[in-house]
């Protein structure tokens, strides 16, 4: 009788903008722009032998009203400067950033992804999205012109230029042999050429072979392009499926897809990001969460989040009184500019009409309603609880591991590396160091090379077949933020 051997666990840490998932008016939260923080939670995501530290990016600050939301403003210095500082202070901690293509250049973040590759020694990845409004593009010099299904087709080849561009220095191509004089191999190495849709550039890319081949790339799309873009050609991609049931389908969903790009299960890493709450006991770690809830969610939170649906002043509303009696102003236009979770409102009529019959039911303040209707916390429980919910949700193939996100910056994570990750790693399911120094070695991901050899024959079977999921998913993509 034979048993099926134990996954490994892929675990990760995401650092948080400011917004209201932190806690940011706690005592012990600290600053989300110093340096200091930054290297205090990337070392302890490399004392607890994650795989991976993770920046999001805004591109601008969101706005309510035409003003900025001081209690959820998203900001931070530059991805890639605080990556290249932590590379660092660092030895073996992967370096994930998220970096948009929509307002990009192909050459430019490639040569800024191959430079953090070299700098960290091959422990650099890159979080592949688009920009889904105007809003945010008039920062920038073509602002809001693509239409959003342009857009997806623009990250489709922004990627495949970029991967033309690091592909275009040979292993081995730089000699360096002192004794002959000669540094090259081949004296064309770098060169390049790409004509496309989106990009017509030819030249010679000025970085060499960094040690990965590539940065890893990540992919955070749920749609069904989406899906098909991270078969095709990501290397893990988030999900936002905590729970058994929805983060089974999704993963058995995806995995399924990658056969037909010629690549195994194993190519792709599904890790869904997943808040947690600890307490010595599962009662202690209950009452925890309902007050970090409480404080995520304060009154001014709360109307705020409200005006998302309404789409109009509420400000004179009590946010511990009823909700409003007026409905809500469908349309494009939106109160809240630059915040994606507007997206999830489709109907707000609808919406509207589900949360006062909830409302009713239960008794709900607005307050009380944005609480029980917005995200509640992953994992809560002692450590105990805690590890064995996630060995449980890795082992059923929900998941292949989590990207943490603390309610503290820069301290949250500390109690978890303490507590949690030791249960983990006696039960057999989580590294007690690492095995290799590249973040491709920590995912078990094979090296790009070996890729680009399987990858022959099915390439432009690659490319049709993606187009056709962007052909049947356009209207999908219209809704959609990332690809």
Do not use: C
Not at 46 to 63: P, Q, S, V, Y
Not at 97 to 112: D, H, K, L, M
């Amino acid at each position: 009788m034979s048993t099926k051997a134990l996954k490994q666990i892929h675990l990760a840490a995401h650092f948080p903008g400011v917004n209201n998932t932190t806690v940011w008016s706690d005592p012990a939260a600290g600053s989300h722009i110093d340096f200091d923080s930054f290297v205090h939670f990337a070392r302890t995501a490399e004392r607890a032998k994650f795989d991976f530290l993770f920046l999001a990016e805004g591109l601008r600050l969101r706005e309510q009203g035409g003003r900025l939301y001081d209690l959820d403003v998203v900001g931070r210095p530059d991805t890639f400067t605080v990556l290249a500082a932590l590379a660092a202070v660092t030895e073996r901690l992967g370096l994930t950033g998220t970096i948009n293509s929509t307002f990009n250049e192909p050459y430019e973040v490639a040569r800024q992804f191959a430079s953090l590759d070299h700098l960290s020694e091959g422990r650099a990845a890159w979080n592949v999205v688009t920009s889904w409004d105007a809003f945010t593009g008039e920062n920038f010099r073509r602002g809001g012109f693509l239409p959003r299904e342009d857009r997806y087709t623009r990250a489709r080849e922004f990627l495949a230029t970029a991967n033309e561009l690091f592909n275009s220095w040979e292993r081995g191509a730089v000699v360096a042999d002192a004794a002959s004089g000669r540094f090259l191999r081949d004296g064309r190495a770098g060169a390049f050429t790409h004509q496309g849709t989106h990009f017509d550039i030819e030249g010679r890319f000025n970085v060499p072979r960094s040690p990965q081949g590539r940065p890893v790339i990540f992919q955070a799309g749920d749609s069904d392009e989406g899906r098909e873009f991270a078969a095709a050609s990501a290397d893990a991609i988030f999900g936002r499926y905590g729970t058994l049931d929805e983060g089974r389908a999704f993963y058995a969903d995806v995995k399924r897809r990658l056969a037909a790009y010629g690549r195994t299960r194993d190519r792709l890493k599904i890790l869904p990001a997943a808040t947690f709450v600890l307490g010595d006991t599962d009662a202690e770690a209950h009452e925890a969460a309902y007050e970090v809830r409480r404080l995520q969610v304060s009154g001014q939170t709360a109307i705020t989040y409200l005006e998302h649906v309404w789409n109009r002043d509420l400000s004179g509303y009590d946010p511990d009184g009823p909700l409003p009696d007026v409905d809500p102003l469908p349309g494009e236009n939106t109160i809240a500019l630059g915040r994606a979770s507007v997206r999830q409102f489709r109907d707000p009529l609808e919406t509207a009409r589900r949360w006062r019959a909830l409302a009713e039911a239960k008794n709900l303040s607005i307050r009380e309603l944005v609480i029980s209707t917005t995200s509640e916390q992953t994992f809560i429980g002692s450590p105990a609880t805690v590890a064995e919910s996630i060995d449980a949700l890795v082992q059923a193939d929900a998941a292949d591991g989590f990207i943490l996100v603390p309610h503290l910056t820069p301290g949250g994570l500390d109690v978890f590396a303490d507590t949690v990750v030791p249960l983990l790693q006696e039960r057999g399911v989580f590294r007690t160091d690492y095995e290799g120094t590249t973040l491709r070695d920590h995912l078990g991901l094979t090296g790009p090379d070996a890729e680009r050899g399987a990858a022959r024959g099915v390439g432009r079977a690659v490319e049709r077949a993606v187009e056709r999921a962007v052909e049947r998913g356009v209207e999908s993509a219209r809704r959609t933020t990332v690809v």
